[in-house]
């Protein structure tokens, strides 16, 4: 596969190391109420669609962003690439 | 013998003689030969054994579909088992065996089994040898063993080198036959990068192989002028005896050249390359296959595809046989007879199963219509033919053709599945084609030459202008739409004989009608229960006539029935070829310590960690074992001093404005006010709460700290921390970089490890007690201005020292210590020794830490903060971790003479030894020199509150087992005292 990277344009997917789902930047709040529960549900379960799909892409062999590519998991398709610094700001990471 | 069977004209340089055996025996052929048509030309008909029953078997096409004419080429190591005759070029000195026989080729003692063949029906593995159970481990199974594959491998190591490499281009042209040729001529003259590959030494596909007009030249001269014209462009790459092998995401295509395999010898170059092809577009031009027609005996050598007999005479000028013999159900089969007739062979009959007037004027040859052959004699060479109507025709070699399958296995290779036309009787691409591929000419159902070339530049032009390139104006090549009618027969029902669909599995019609009786119906099943379309070949001729036997038994149609999925590779690729250079020693890069050389010179072992080698300890003089050196390393360590290179350790430059609030997040116990100058031994946990990790982390100054990893986590911990940083907590102002291969760095341990660094730190810095305390750090300078950093941190529990130095002055540093060590008695000491006096301090490794073990069962509970943010804390805090109370304990042996055993479990005194009263495991052990005795860590439930308690070790392994005690990981120096003096 051949992955867009945002910066760096196509590269191979070889340079990548695979996390899965992009869910995992959308860590709980550890102070809130049902901390235990959301962390469980963060690290234990996970959609796994045939179709559509948000995924992290650690450029390893290169620049070292992660990214969120949009893959479709049925025709490998990738239709969309970004850094995945700028999808935690817009999900409203604030740290 | 001669080349008895040579007609004029072909494509072969008959001023080029080579020399070759084939079972020993001396033949000769010519350049441009296969070792196929070579052997016909000597008029070798009797090439092999088939799989299963032994049956005597010849050449049955002329390509990479060859599924009886496999040898054994060259000897020795280079000795290559099951090679395509077919594909093999011919060179001097070749020599070639004939495989899957016990005694001669000619009287194959194998052979009984076809004798046996009612009871070896497909399935018969899982009927027969079912009982008596007792037999199959001493008799089946070995007799099965040794019968079972064909070629023999050397078991030598493989002398040859493989490459592997990328190429990019615009377009890849998938074949050079007419279509492929007239698409990278399209394509080239419009400037785009255009890569042509085709499996053939000889560009030119079917061109080369028939007597067909291409712009009033022959199609052979057309094709050398096109092939001539592109390898003038600078932007196009021929690459012959290039296979495409498999189609892959995004337009990636795996490619393999064979770049020496026509030569006697590599001469030291690589005999194969694997090719990863990058392509924005693709057009497939591989052509197709003919299919043969089942019927009685058609498996004898002489029964041949109707277009390979085609090729042999025409390219090659070699016949396959003096009296041929045609049988068809369509009308290219009536080319082969007039090319025959044209070339001065005998064809004596055309056996046309339609009802339909000659096709073309034949001279000499009966045209038998309506008519179909039903079994044939000679048991090592087809000597006639018996008909339908059971008149007898005398031949030695009969041309079949059953119409031609196009080659749509690359479309198939992602979600492709192909079509059925009607009006060609094949299956066609469809469905779903990989990324940017489109097919032309006789692949994509455009069977004729003047179609196909139309057809190539047509594709070609779009493909290019998706590009944004202008497609030049030039016309396409002009010829002629030979006739290709064909009136679909699979196999002929009045065969009372076995009829082969599957020469290279053995698999008949019978085979499949029993298939479907026994309820293997579907093209998935029928494949594994009967083996159709395996092993080398894939089934290329025999796949669709199989699937049209099942259908006709199903009542189904063709397409309905469906074919299997096409799977990379087309053809085989040899595991050389896809290991490249990364075999052996250059399997996995191999890293070197920076004191690599100078423990080398003296005196080192080393073992593989990961992909570093590391130091395990130094043998001195008179040391009879590895204990002799490492008692002695650890124990010189805890009176003198020792050093050690741990520039294996992962090292993290972190830094940045919000460094020391990021390292809060990513530990769990607190790093936010570590002072400026100190280092903090940290946990990492995983996000469910289970250690992963530890190390020290220093604070060089405000804003910068350098972290410290285990070995093995070195790169998983920088990914991990990267991940922290940019998906986590994007906008802390946080930079990391890897500096493990920018340092070299040193554990100098011992109580005169002080008295040492005096004599390499310069003197600026105060290295006393109150100076350079316990768990300092600083950037410092050594041996008159070397920049370093120094740490007074100690893994042995000694008094101790890390130094870091540049990595490029690590090898002298280690020697400059050493040197400089001497008047303290200093020593290095390896990794075993290091194990050692971990063991002692009761510290953890990848034993401890190993993906199951929590902070609390380590004894480290307290360093888990509740307080902050981090990584692992809340699901730290699930009540089944909470509730576990297994604790790491020392362990000795109540008799001090017996060596504990790592793995034992332990049990309560009094307890049976079961699962049930498991209550622990040991997970380290050594013999302490310096307390004489054996000692181990462990996990044991409630240990801290079992200390003096004695416990049944037990291996079940070793058969073994022990009373231990159980005391305090801390074996040596309880209270710190050594390390903080």
Same mark, same amino acid.
């Given at each position: 596969?051949?992955?867009?990277?945002?910066?760096?344009?196509?590269?191979?997917?070889?340079?990548?190391?695979?996390?899965?789902?992009?869910?995992?930047?959308?860590?709980?709040?550890?102070?809130?109420?049902?901390?235990?529960?959301?962390?469980?549900?963060?690290?234990?379960?996970?959609?796994?669609?045939?179709?559509?799909?948000?995924?992290?892409?650690?450029?390893?062999?290169?620049?070292?962003?992660?990214?969120?590519?949009?893959?479709?998991?049925?025709?490998?398709?990738?239709?969309?690439?970004?850094?995945?610094?700028?999808?935690?700001?817009?999900?409203?990471?604030?740290? | 013998?001669?080349?008895?069977?040579?007609?004029?004209?072909?494509?072969?340089?008959?001023?080029?003689?080579?020399?070759?055996?084939?079972?020993?025996?001396?033949?000769?052929?010519? *350049?441009?030969?296969?070792?196929?048509?070579?052997? &016909?030309?000597?008029? /070798?008909?009797?090439?092999?054994?088939?799989?299963?029953?032994?049956?005597?078997?010849?050449?049955?096409?002329?390509?990479?579909?060859?599924?009886?004419?496999?040898? /054994?080429?060259?000897?020795?190591?280079?000795?290559?088992?099951?090679?395509?005759?077919?594909?093999?070029?011919?060179?001097?000195?070749?020599?070639?065996?004939? /495989?899957?026989?016990? %005694?001669?080729?000619?009287?194959?003692?194998?052979?009984?089994?076809?004798?046996?063949?009612?009871?070896? =029906?497909?399935?018969?593995?899982?009927?027969?040898?079912?009982?008596?159970?007792?037999?199959?481990?001493?008799?089946?199974?070995?007799?099965?063993? !040794?019968?079972?594959?064909?070629?023999?491998?050397?078991?030598?190591?493989?002398?040859?080198?493989?490459?592997?490499?990328?190429?990019?281009?615009?377009?890849?042209?998938?074949?050079?036959?007419?279509?492929?040729?007239?698409?990278?001529?399209?394509?080239?003259?419009?400037?785009?990068?255009?890569?042509? @590959?085709?499996?053939?030494?000889?560009?030119?596909?079917?061109?080369?192989? $028939?007597?067909?007009?291409?712009?009033?030249?022959?199609?052979?001269?057309?094709?050398?002028?096109?092939?001539?014209?592109?390898?003038?462009?600078?932007?196009?790459?021929?690459?012959?005896?290039?296979?495409?092998?498999? +189609?892959?995401?995004?337009?990636?295509?795996?490619?393999?050249?064979?770049?020496?395999?026509?030569?006697?010898? =590599?001469?030291?170059?690589?005999?194969?390359?694997?090719?990863?092809?990058? !392509?924005?577009?693709?057009?497939? *031009?591989?052509?197709?296959?003919?299919?043969?027609?089942?019927?009685?005996?058609?498996?004898?050598?002489?029964?041949?595809?109707?277009?390979?007999?085609?090729?042999?005479?025409?390219?090659?000028?070699?016949?396959?046989?003096?009296?041929?013999?045609?049988?068809?159900?369509?009308?290219?089969?009536?080319?082969?007879?007039?090319?025959?007739?044209?070339?001065?062979?005998?064809?004596?009959?055309?056996?046309?199963?339609?009802?339909?007037?000659?096709?073309?004027?034949?001279?000499? @040859?009966?045209?038998?219509?309506?008519?179909?052959?039903?079994?044939?004699?000679?048991?090592?060479?087809?000597?006639?033919?018996?008909?339908?109507?059971?008149?007898?025709?005398?031949?030695?070699?009969?041309?079949? =053709?059953?119409?031609?399958?196009?080659?749509?296995?690359?479309?198939?290779?992602?979600?492709?599945?192909?079509?059925?036309?009607?009006?060609?009787?094949?299956?066609?691409?469809?469905?779903?084609?990989?990324?940017?591929?489109?097919?032309?000419?006789?692949?994509?159902? *455009?069977?004729?030459?003047?179609?196909?070339?139309?057809?190539?530049?047509?594709?070609?032009?779009?493909?290019?202008?998706?590009?944004?390139?202008?497609?030049?104006?030039?016309?396409?090549?002009?010829?002629?739409?030979?006739?290709?009618?064909?009136?679909?027969?699979?196999?002929?029902? $009045?065969?009372?004989?076995?009829?082969?669909?599957?020469?290279?599995?053995?698999?008949?019609?019978?085979?499949?009608?029993? !298939?479907?009786?026994?309820?293997?119906?579907?093209?998935? &099943?029928?494949?594994?229960?009967?083996? #159709?379309?395996?092993?080398?070949?894939?089934?290329?001729?025999?796949?669709?006539?199989?699937?049209?036997?099942?259908?006709?038994?199903?009542?189904?149609?063709?397409?309905?029935?469906?074919?299997?999925?096409?799977?990379?590779?087309?053809?085989?690729?040899?595991?050389?070829?896809?290991?490249?250079?990364?075999?052996?020693?250059?399997?996995?890069?191999?890293?070197?310590?920076?004191?690599?050389?100078?423990?080398?010179?003296?005196?080192?072992?080393?073992?593989?960690?990961?992909?570093?080698?590391?130091?395990?300890?130094?043998?001195?003089?008179?040391?009879?074992?590895?204990?002799?050196?490492?008692?002695?390393?650890?124990?010189?360590?805890?009176?003198?001093?020792?050093?050690?290179?741990?520039?294996?350790?992962?090292?993290?430059?972190?830094?940045?404005?919000?460094?020391?609030?990021?390292?809060?997040?990513?530990? !769990?116990?607190?790093?936010?006010?570590?002072?400026?100058?100190?280092?903090?031994?940290?946990?990492?946990?995983?996000?469910?709460?289970?250690?992963?990790?530890?190390?020290?982390?220093?604070?060089? =100054?405000?804003?910068?700290?350098?972290?410290?990893?285990?070995?093995?986590?070195?790169?998983?911990?920088?990914?991990?921390?990267?991940?922290?940083?940019?998906?986590?907590?994007?906008?802390?102002?946080?930079?990391?970089?890897?500096?493990?291969?920018?340092?070299?760095?040193?554990?100098?341990?011992?109580?005169?490890?002080?008295?040492?660094?005096?004599?390499?730190?310069?003197?600026?810095?105060? #290295?006393?007690?109150?100076?350079?305390?316990?768990?300092?750090?600083?950037?410092?300078?050594?041996?008159?201005?070397?920049?370093?950093?120094?740490?007074?941190?100690?893994? +042995?529990?000694?008094?101790?020292? $890390?130094?870091?130095?540049?990595?490029?002055?690590?090898?002298?540093?280690?020697?400059?210590?050493?040197?400089?060590?001497?008047?303290?008695?200093?020593?290095?000491?390896?990794?075993?020794?290091?194990?050692?006096?971990?063991?002692?301090?009761?510290?953890?490794?990848?034993?401890?830490?190993?993906?199951?073990?929590?902070?609390?069962?380590?004894?480290?509970?307290?360093?888990?903060?509740?307080?902050?943010?981090?990584?692992?804390?809340?699901?730290?805090?699930?009540?089944?971790?909470?509730?576990?109370?297994?604790?790491?304990?020392?362990?000795?042996?109540?008799?001090?003479?017996?060596?504990?055993?790592?793995?034992?479990?332990?049990?309560?005194?009094?307890?049976?030894?079961?699962?049930?009263?498991?209550?622990?495991?040991?997970?380290?052990?050594?013999?302490?020199?310096?307390?004489?005795? +054996?000692?181990?860590? %462990?996990?044991?439930?409630?240990?801290?509150?079992?200390? %003096?308690?004695?416990?049944?070790?037990?291996?079940?392994?070793?058969?073994?087992?022990?009373?231990?005690?159980?005391?305090?990981?801390?074996?040596?120096?309880?209270?710190?005292?050594?390390?903080?003096?």
């Amino acid at each position: 596969m051949i992955i867009n990277h945002p910066l760096l344009g196509p590269r191979d997917a070889a340079e990548f190391i695979y996390l899965g789902d992009a869910s995992l930047i959308d860590r709980p709040d550890w102070q809130a109420e049902d901390a235990a529960a959301k962390f469980y549900e963060y690290g234990y379960l996970r959609d796994n669609p045939a179709g559509q799909h948000q995924e992290l892409w650690y450029h390893e062999q290169g620049d070292r962003s992660w990214l969120v590519v949009t893959r479709n998991t049925l025709t490998h398709e990738i239709t969309k690439v970004e850094l995945a610094r700028d999808v935690a700001r817009t999900r409203g990471r604030d740290k | 013998m001669s080349q008895i069977n040579r007609v004029k004209g072909g494509l072969i340089d008959r001023s080029t003689p080579m020399n070759f055996t084939f079972n020993g025996k001396s033949m000769q052929g010519f *350049a441009g030969d296969t070792l196929a048509s070579a052997l &016909l030309a000597n008029g /070798q008909r009797l090439v092999g054994r088939s799989f299963k029953y032994h049956r005597p078997r010849g050449i049955f096409s002329a390509g990479s579909e060859e599924p009886n004419a496999l040898v /054994q080429l060259r000897s020795g190591a280079h000795q290559e088992p099951n090679t395509r005759a077919t594909v093999a070029e011919l060179f001097d000195g070749l020599t070639a065996t004939s /495989q899957n026989h016990r %005694g001669s080729l000619e009287f194959d003692l194998m052979a009984l089994t076809d004798y046996a063949s009612p009871f070896l =029906s497909a399935g018969f593995y899982y009927k027969t040898f079912m009982w008596p159970k007792a037999l199959w481990e001493k008799f089946y199974e070995p007799v099965i063993r !040794s019968s079972a594959g064909l070629g023999r491998l050397s078991m030598d190591e493989d002398p040859d080198i493989y490459d592997k490499g990328f190429l990019h281009c615009d377009l890849l042209v998938i074949g050079a036959g007419p279509s492929g040729i007239s698409a990278a001529l399209a394509a080239g003259r419009s400037g785009a990068r255009v890569i042509l @590959a085709d499996e053939d030494f000889a560009p030119g596909g079917r061109l080369n192989a $028939e007597t067909l007009e291409v712009d009033g030249m022959s199609g052979a001269d057309w094709a050398t002028q096109a092939l001539a014209e592109l390898a003038a462009m600078d932007n196009v790459q021929i690459m012959t005896r290039t296979t495409i092998y498999g +189609s892959y995401d995004h337009g990636v295509y795996g490619a393999l050249e064979r770049c020496t395999d026509h030569l006697a010898s =590599s001469n030291g170059k690589p005999r194969q390359i694997l090719w990863r092809i990058y !392509s924005k577009r693709a057009v497939l *031009a591989a052509g197709s296959t003919e299919r043969p027609i089942a019927f009685g005996n058609n498996d004898r050598p002489g029964v041949m595809l109707a277009g390979a007999v085609r090729t042999y005479v025409n390219r090659f000028g070699a016949t396959p046989g003096q009296q041929v013999a045609v049988f068809t159900n369509n009308d290219d089969g009536w080319r082969t007879a007039a090319d025959l007739a044209a070339k001065g062979v005998n064809v004596t009959a055309i056996i046309d199963s339609r009802d339909k007037p000659a096709v073309c004027d034949v001279p000499g @040859a009966r045209h038998i219509r309506n008519a179909a052959v039903r079994d044939t004699a000679g048991r090592k060479g087809l000597k006639s033919v018996t008909l339908t109507d059971d008149q007898i025709i005398d031949c030695d070699c009969l041309a079949v =053709s059953g119409g031609w399958n196009p080659n749509v296995h690359l479309t198939c290779h992602q979600r492709g599945r192909p079509e059925w036309r009607d009006d060609i009787s094949a299956f066609v691409p469809g469905g779903t084609l990989p990324v940017g591929m489109a097919v032309a000419g006789a692949a994509n159902g *455009a069977l004729t030459l003047g179609a196909a070339l139309a057809e190539g530049r047509a594709i070609a032009n779009q493909q290019i202008k998706d590009l944004g390139f202008t497609a030049s104006r030039k016309a396409a090549p002009k010829a002629e739409d030979e006739a290709f009618e064909c009136s679909p027969m699979w196999h002929v029902g $009045e065969s009372i004989k076995r009829a082969w669909l599957d020469l290279q599995n053995d698999v008949t019609v019978k085979d499949v009608k029993l !298939s479907h009786r026994e309820g293997f119906r579907s093209v998935e &099943l029928l494949k594994r229960y009967t083996t #159709l379309g395996m092993a080398t070949d894939q089934g290329k001729t025999a796949n669709i006539p199989a699937l049209a036997v099942m259908a006709e038994c199903t009542g189904k149609t063709i397409p309905e029935t469906g074919t299997t999925i096409f799977r990379p590779p087309y053809t085989p690729v040899p595991l050389g070829a896809l290991g490249g250079r990364a075999r052996g020693h250059d399997f996995r890069p191999t890293r070197l310590t920076p004191s690599h050389e100078w423990a080398k010179a003296n005196g080192a072992s080393f073992v593989t960690v990961g992909n570093w080698m590391r130091a395990e300890w130094y043998t001195r003089p008179g040391e009879k074992g590895w204990r002799d050196s490492v008692d002695r390393e650890a124990l010189n360590t805890r009176t003198n001093v020792g050093i050690c290179d741990v520039t294996t350790l992962g090292k993290i430059d972190v830094q940045g404005k919000d460094a020391a609030e990021f390292l809060n997040k990513v530990y !769990s116990n607190a790093f936010a006010k570590l002072a400026v100058g100190k280092v903090r031994y940290g946990l990492m946990l995983r996000e469910d709460g289970i250690c992963y990790d530890d190390g020290t982390t220093a604070r060089m =100054s405000e804003n910068h700290f350098v972290m410290t990893t285990t070995t093995a986590n070195a790169v998983l911990v920088f990914r991990r921390l990267e991940f922290a940083r940019q998906c986590l907590w994007p906008n802390m102002d946080v930079h990391l970089i890897s500096t493990t291969d920018g340092w070299a760095q040193f554990a100098v341990a011992g109580p005169k490890s002080r008295d040492l660094l005096r004599k390499i730190v310069d003197e600026d810095t105060d #290295l006393s007690n109150e100076g350079f305390p316990f768990m300092g750090c600083a950037e410092v300078t050594v041996c008159g201005g070397t920049p370093a950093r120094l740490f007074r941190i100690s893994f +042995s529990g000694e008094l101790a020292f $890390e130094i870091a130095v540049p990595a490029r002055f690590g090898n002298s540093m280690m020697e400059v210590l050493n040197k400089a060590g001497e008047e303290f008695g200093a020593a290095p000491y390896g990794t075993e020794a290091l194990g050692v006096m971990r063991i002692e301090k009761g510290h953890v490794t990848a034993n401890e830490l190993n993906g199951q073990t929590t902070a609390q069962n380590i004894g480290l509970g307290m360093m888990v903060s509740q307080k902050k943010e981090c990584i692992g804390n809340v699901l730290s805090q699930r009540p089944e971790m909470v509730g576990d109370d297994l604790r790491l304990m020392g362990f000795r042996p109540v008799d001090h003479s017996l060596d504990v055993i790592a793995g034992s479990h332990f049990i309560t005194k009094g307890d049976e030894a079961n699962m049930a009263n498991d209550q622990g495991w040991m997970t380290s052990t050594a013999w302490s020199p310096n307390l004489g005795h +054996s000692i181990g860590l %462990g996990f044991i439930k409630r240990g801290n509150e079992r200390i %003096g308690e004695v416990v049944r070790a037990v291996s079940p392994v070793h058969g073994k087992e022990m009373e231990v005690e159980i005391v305090s990981a801390h074996f040596i120096d309880p209270e710190g005292e050594r390390l903080r003096g």
